[in-house]
């Protein structure tokens, strides 16, 4: 569970560590109420003779074949596949872009259900790319990704210029070390009187978030866009945030280097659209 995060989340409390994830859960619960014409309890012969017992599948082998229309998976599951943000795909749903195969209410909640082989069909209707295949394009996507000023906050570039600041040989930060080089720039760029955030932000002054704070920041708004992409990998247990070993490989120095300069070129665009 811990190795996958399945059933795993950060906890709210401490960024180092995980929780039990209710909803995971809830999740499986509704789909066997989803699939429940599809349980059945029907008897079973248990032999002690061995070549009679041989004869037979293994209990743990037997599978249920589901058609198409009962293969489904959850909208948090849609959006991984799609390589978006989960909030994103939920508002396509909210606004009926994109319609569910099955809807299931619990109390206030609504969770939503798509079927796993529209999963091609979807990125097509919404103008998704498809997901690169070679390494030169997960490679390039990567860079444009790294390089978008496509920002609400000022978070991505800064967390990606403390990144390459520290980076080792083999493409790891020790996520407490980047913790301290985000939060200094915004020091830094406070004491000189160009703060990059304001109002609610919680770095409109970057001295009074604790270090978990700030941490769980990067980790639910930067980082979380990296980690749907598979362009980064982390491990909460080790402390350590690197970009996918496959990925590390095929950058080339001037392009690390080239990524570093665009994100000043961020900010300052973000300055600019912000008023700052």
């Not at 180092?16 to 066997?32: A, G, N, S």
């Amino acid at each position: 569970m811990v190795e996958h995060r399945l059933g795993l989340k950060t906890s709210s409390l401490n960024a180092q560590k995980l929780d039990i994830d209710p909803d995971y859960f809830v999740t499986f619960e509704t789909m066997r109420n989803l699939l429940v014409s599809r349980v059945r309890e029907t008897p079973q012969n248990y032999y002690t003779n061995t070549s009679a017992s041989d004869s037979d599948t293994p209990l743990d082998e037997q599978t249920i074949a589901l058609k198409p229309e009962e293969d489904l998976i959850s909208l948090n599951a849609l959006a991984y596949a799609l390589r978006v943000d989960p909030a994103r795909v939920r508002r396509w749903v909210e606004h009926e872009t994109l319609r569910p195969d099955r809807s299931q209410t619990s109390g206030e909640r609504t969770r939503s259900y798509f079927r796993r082989d529209r999963i091609k069909q979807i990125r097509r209707s919404l103008g998704l790319e498809n997901i690169p295949a070679s390494s030169d394009q997960w490679k390039q996507e990567f860079l444009d990704f790294a390089k978008s000023r496509n920002l609400t906050k000022s978070y991505k570039p800064v967390m990606l210029k403390a990144f390459f600041k520290l980076v080792d040989r083999e493409g790891k930060v020790k996520i407490d070390d980047l913790v301290k080089e985000f939060r200094d720039y915004y020091v830094q760029r406070a004491n000189a009187g160009q703060p990059l955030e304001r109002g609610a932000s919680p770095l409109s002054d970057p001295t009074k978030p604790s270090d978990t704070t700030i941490k769980r920041l990067i980790i639910t708004y930067p980082l979380e866009r990296f980690l749907i992409k598979n362009f980064m990998e982390y491990s909460s247990e080790e402390g350590v945030l690197r970009i996918a070993p496959q990925l590390w490989q095929e950058l080339r120095y001037y392009e690390v280097v080239d990524t570093f300069k665009s994100t000043d070129e961020q900010i300052s665009y973000y300055e600019d659209r912000h008023g700052n």
